[in-house]
Each structure stands twice: as C-alpha cells, then as structure tokens.
C-alpha cells in the first residue's frame, strides 16, 4: 500500500519562498513518477511539476515554471518542491502523487491523467498541505 506524506507548507508573503517535502512508502520511486499537484477550492486539481527518476526528466506547468523545482530525495524515498518568488495565486493546497509506469517511459508520466490525459493514472496521493500566500 502506498502512502505519500506531505509536509513543508504554510504562509508567506509574495516573493517568499517554501520548499515542500513528499515521503513515500510502499512505494519504488526508482524509475518511476512523482509529480505535484494543487487544488483551490472550487477549482479542478492542476499539475504544478513532475519528476521522472529515470534519467530525471522534469517538467512544470507554465504558471511555475522558472520559479519552482522539483526535485528527488534520495535519503526519504520522495520529492522536494522548491517554490520561490511565490505570489498570492500560488494559494493552494498542494498534493504529492505517484503513478507507476513502464521503465523507461517517460511519456507515461506527462501523459498520466490528471497531468495528461493518457492510459495511465497518478492513483495514490498524499493528505495535502496548504500553501497560502499574502499580498
């Protein structure tokens, strides 16, 4: 069973930085997918960045990108996102979510709904942790 455990969130005010931490369990992040979400409520659940571990490949959504950094942790089995320069529309809560994919297919995991729309699914997700951000 797979358990995904989030942690690093709170408030700040614009142009703040948080780094936020994602632990899996019951989970190989070896070869395989790790991507951050976040939902506001009354809003769909939208990619923020994925991580695949086999070669690294990364990806971010346009609102983030170049602000934002995703990134492995090796010691805890999981992801860190590095948020800076963050505004007030970063408010959210954010969730860590894995999917698992064929070894070496890395479309698997930008294609993986909720990210893309393809076969595959990020299935299991983490309890959240909000981010909120001051103006």
């Known amino acids: 069973q797979v358990q995904l455990v989030e942690s690093g969130g709170g408030s700040v005010q614009a142009g703040g930085s948080l780094r936020l931490s994602c632990t899996a369990s019951?989970?190989?992040?070896?070869?395989?997918?790790m991507g951050w979400f976040r939902q506001v409520p009354g809003k769909e659940r939208e990619g923020v960045a994925i991580?695949?571990?086999?070669?690294?490949?990364?990806r971010y959504a346009d609102s983030v990108r170049g602000r934002f950094t995703i990134s492995e942790d090796n010691a805890n089995n999981g992801v860190h996102l590095q948020m800076n320069n963050l505004t007030p529309e970063d408010t959210a809560m954010y969730y860590c979510?894995?999917?698992?994919?064929?070894?070496?297919?890395?479309?698997?995991?930008?294609?993986?709904?909720?990210w893309g729309n393809g076969a595959y699914i990020y299935a299991d997700w983490g309890q959240g942790t909000q981010v909120t951000v001051s103006s």
């Open positions: 019951g989970y190989s992040l070896n070869d395989n997918c």
């Open positions: 991580l695949y571990t086999g070669g690294g490949h990364t």
């Open positions: 979510a894995t999917v698992n994919v064929r070894p070496g297919h890395w479309l698997d995991c930008i294609t993986a709904r909720p």
